[in-house]
């Protein structure tokens, strides 16, 4: 019986282990854009994206290239692999997640945030047609 | 008004019941337990008076609500508006507390009938009164004018609402929450049942009454999630079944909890084992289904997800924080204060027993409930331990699980094979070697087409082997009594599941095609074409893409639009030529079609984006029409040949750029017009590390302007490419050209289209119905068995 007990606990501590290692290294921080420079991991880096700036897809290689600011209003330039993402028009932040190099984010996945998606500000107005304008 | 006072009535029933079944249950007093009765009652009409009102408001279009007019329109058909009753918050906390409340009623009877009731329904009816506490604190009948005191006049009646999210207007959103929130509100009746046994310091008896319950919670829920998966397969456009999302993981933790207390509870009522965790599995799935509520409607995932998740108010998190903390403190701390008296039964089991396999497999799925939970409380985590909140990748998931899900699928065969209390080893070796040959012939089949990850041809090893283990039971089992078959048929449903999963997404092929108007490329076999486009409705554009293959050809429509509704988010849905195709009954020939080529696999066609540009690929922006051009590949540009010869830094540039410092980098840019005339232009790039690039445009002679935009060198191949634009000046030919590309054109468009082949992902669904079946017949066959217990 004691044997049983101590097999358990050492599988259980090292299921424990495992996963708190696996948590550490899946664990995508959110960076600034100059400490997502410095570094060779996946992070996040939170901003916006600069609208005036070019952007645009390339087909052949399926990247949406951009730019964005960062908190600190630091400019990044962005590759993400695939295409423009879901509402990118009218987010308010995105979340760039993806690896630094050679002087752009190379990102794989970018998300967008729209706190005002799915509650009105406003509440209905005198003219209740959805006026929204597409860019 | 109504709503309110009928919001208030069931919440004054509700508690009336709940103190009162518990005083009962403390005094034995059967008259109060009279009084408990009618105040369920009360409660209970009041909660579906409530429901039915608010449905009422919804189909008649009384756009004076808050609700109504956030989720519905005018132009719904009818299984949509109906649908629009748990579109937002207040509405599914409203579908939920009316499940809780109907099944209690059923419960009632129930609890009755096995002795159970003033405990069972004390703490089910506290259950109820919570839930129903959260319709009082967040009111779903508020009028437009109370919810925008400041630009809504009071007694504003919109023409129309703002409708429902184009994302959720199909059927699944008809079919998919009603189900998972079923499953949802069943958990309750375990944890009830966990909670009446330690109160009643009856270790033993709860678990027979609460093993139906559980397994009908298993079979609920996990048909709801998997019909979530199917959605975002099939409409959302999410290119798979499960994204790790939290929204996803929040009811996936509950059901993996739900199917680990059915083994473990079965262990019980055989072997009179494990009688102190049992009550702690009983409890888990509501209590977790309570975290994940939590984690889902609070708001505190809110940076670090997909969905964006609306901030309730600060009534109803602390209320979902009480509610968490009451009963995971009344069920925990009952627990501790009793679990010494639980008499522990020593219950001596070898390894190859089936108490061992069902011990195991319950842990495993434990481990991997507890993995999920802690990956998708990540932000909650690294907020308390960094001060700041971040989430965790998704591989992070399939990293943690895969091992488990490897002793799953082995435990689901042995599991099987093992006796009870210990296997007689000869007789083992016999039962083990069929099935484990059939899967090892299988394997080294898949090995030589093409598997070779380790870790995936055991986890395929052991799902084959656990398929054939229990397809052989079960077909000895329906020989006999097909009403035993629940156990092995879930488990072949798992196995097959599992294959799939493998297949699916482990081997998954796919492609982004750029497909120009009219012009075909050759993709998995297939000859794509791109025809036009036809519009859908005001919003709605189907691209259309013709496929052939041999002599059928079929249009597969690929929606994609801006939707007014999401301010102008593009919302794209795929088409997928698979077994699950409703086009058959329109089109009867792409049945022979799809027979023919995807029994194994679908093609899932993914709209990326479409590109309308005014030819040659160009784009125009301020500095003009892009381009793209190669190192040394000469392109025509307008009325210029032009070749990109490199970069070429000044002299006193130079020094920076070693230095590291921002440095001028200029671009070699040979042009030669249509009389021959070759002039060489270098536009200049600032390189600085986190500045704005800066660009300083080069002229021509004739003043045309080029703009180099973006620098792309390849390390390994040293290739180099830049971006850039061009603008005529007006006296240029080519100023034409620059006022076209201003305008779009419809001449050239290139639909970018994402293909991807999907191997045996009908094995994932099949899997999941042939185990949802399992758990019903095993629910069935365990009612059964309690009726005749209770009679004899």
Known sequence: MKAKYIIAGVVIVAFVIFGAISFMQNNIEYVSASQAEKTHRTVQVKGKWLKDKESFYDPRTNTFHFYMADDNNTILPVILSGAKPNNFEIANDIVAKGKYKDGVFYASEVLTKCPSKYQSKTGPQASNQGSSTLN | MIGKALIFAAFGGMLTAAFSYTYSFFSGDERVKKIARVGYHIAAVSTILTAGYFMNLLLTHQFQYTYVWSFSSLELPSPLLVSTFYAGQEGSFMLWTLYTVIIGLILMNYSQRHHYESSVMGIYSAIASFLILLAVVKNPFLHVWQ???????????????????????????????????????????????????????????????????????????????????????????????????????????????????????????????????????????????LYSTFLTRSGVLGDTSVHSFVDPGMWVYVLLVILILFFASVGLGLYFFRHREIPKKQISYAVTSREFALFLGAASLTVVAAFTLVGTSAPLITNLLEGKASAIDTSYYVKTNLPVAIVIAIMMGFGQLFWWKKSNSQTLMRTTLPPLLAAAFITITVIFAGMHDPAMILF????????????????????????????????????????????????????????????????????????????????????????????????????????????????????????????????????????????????????????????????????????????????????????????????????????????????????????????????TNRIAPNAQPDFTSAYTKSGDQFTVLDIRVDDKTGSATIVAAYKPSEKSPDYALLKQTLRPTNQEETLVVEATIKPFINLVWGGVIVMVIGFIIAWRRRRMDLIRTTMT
């Open chain 2, 147 to 289: 919810t925008w005191p400041d630009t809504v006049k009071p007694g504003t009646i919109p023409d129309d609402g703002r409708g429902l999210n184009p994302l959720l207007q199909n059927f699944w959103m008809v079919i998919h929450p009603p189900i998972l929130f079923l499953g949802f509100a069943s958990t309750a009746v375990p944890f009830a049942h966990s909670i009446s046994g330690l109160l009643r310091r009856d270790y033993k008896n709860w678990i027979n009454v609460a093993i139906p319950w559980t397994l009908f919670s298993a079979a609920v829920l996990g048909f709801g999630i998997t019909l979530g998966g199917f959605w975002a397969y099939e409409t959302l456009g999410w290119g798979g079944f499960w994204g790790w999302d939290p929204v996803e993981n929040s009811s996936f933790i509950p059901w993996l909890l739900a199917v680990a207390s059915v083994h473990t509870l079965l262990v019980q009522r055989r072997t009179g084992g494990f009688q102190r965790a049992n009550f702690l599995m009983g409890m888990a799935p509501f209590l977790l289904v």
């Open chain 2, 460 to 683: 395929f090893l052991s799902s084959a082997f656990a398929f054939f283990v229990n397809l052989q039971i079960a077909y000895k089992i329906a020989k006999g009594n097909p009403n035993y078959m629940g156990a092995s048929l879930a488990h072949i449903g798992v196995a097959l599941l599992f294959i799939g999963i493998i297949a699916s997404t482990r081997y998954e092929q796919h492609v982004t095609v750029p497909l120009t108007k009219d012009k075909p490329a050759f993709v998995f076999g297939y000859r794509l074409t791109y025809v036009g486009t036809t519009q859908i409705d005001q919003e709605k554009r189907a691209y259309n893409v013709t496929i052939e293959s041999g002599k059928s050809k079929f249009v597969a429509p690929l929606v994609m639009y801006e939707s007014s509704y999401n301010d102008g988010a593009v919302m794209r849905n795929p088409y997928i030529f698979s077994l699950v195709n409703y086009d058959i009954f329109s089109h009867p020939s792409l049945l022979a079609f799809i027979g023919r080529n995807m029994l194994t696999r679908d093609l899932y066609l993914s709209p990326q984006t479409i590109e309308t540009s005014g030819g040659n690929g160009f784009q125009s922006t301020k500095y003009g029409i892009t381009f793209q051009v190669d190192k040394d590949v000469p392109i025509q540009v307008g009325q210029y040949k032009l070749v990109f010869k490199g970069f070429k830094v000044a002299e006193d540039q130079r020094q920076a750029m070693m230095e590291g410092k921002p440095f001028e980098l200029g671009s070699t840019i040979q042009l030669t017009n249509k009389e021959g005339q070759v002039q060489i232009i270098v536009p």
